[in-house]
């Protein structure tokens, strides 16, 4: 039941640097549980990065470890993705979804509820 609006894409080059901001409204105190995932297309949505707001957890893929960050503002209840030295495959939509769960998984199916997506070019 939680809202979540993402922002922040465009185009970037390689080794460049771009911001995510995942808006959250609606029933944000059922939510305990934010991630990043992305879809290229043709490709099976995957996991990128999340945070476990009640157990205080964060949890990167391997391909975007020392290179992704990812943040909230609980004031504005707003999550963030910190993405540096972008690499050209990392193209595709990128979207932010919620759980209610207080468990942190990078299983896109565990995850009820999804913002729309923004997409994220990484040119060569």
């Known amino acids: 039941q939680v809202q979540l609006v993402e922002s922040g894409g465009g185009l970037v080059q390689a080794g460049g640097s771009l911001r995510l901001s995942c808006a959250a409204s609606?029933?944000?105190?059922?939510?305990?549980?934010v991630g990043w995932f992305r879809q290229a297309p043709g490709k099976e949505r995957e996991f990128v990065a999340g945070?476990?707001?009640?157990?205080?957890?964060?949890l990167y893929a391997d391909s975007v470890k020392g290179r992704f960050t990812i943040s909230r503002d609980n004031a504005k209840l707003t999550v963030y993705l910190q993405m540096n030295s972008l690499k050209s495959e990392e193209t595709a939509i990128y979207y932010c979804?919620?759980?209610?769960?207080?468990?942190?998984?990078?299983?896109?199916?565990?995850?009820?509820?999804w913002g729309q997506g923004t997409q994220v070019t990484v040119s060569s």
């Open positions: 979804a919620a759980r209610t769960s207080i468990v942190l998984t990078t299983n896109a199916y565990d995850y009820p509820s």
């Open positions: 609606g029933r944000t105190l059922r939510t305990y549980t």
């Open positions: 945070s476990s707001w009640t157990g205080g957890g964060t």
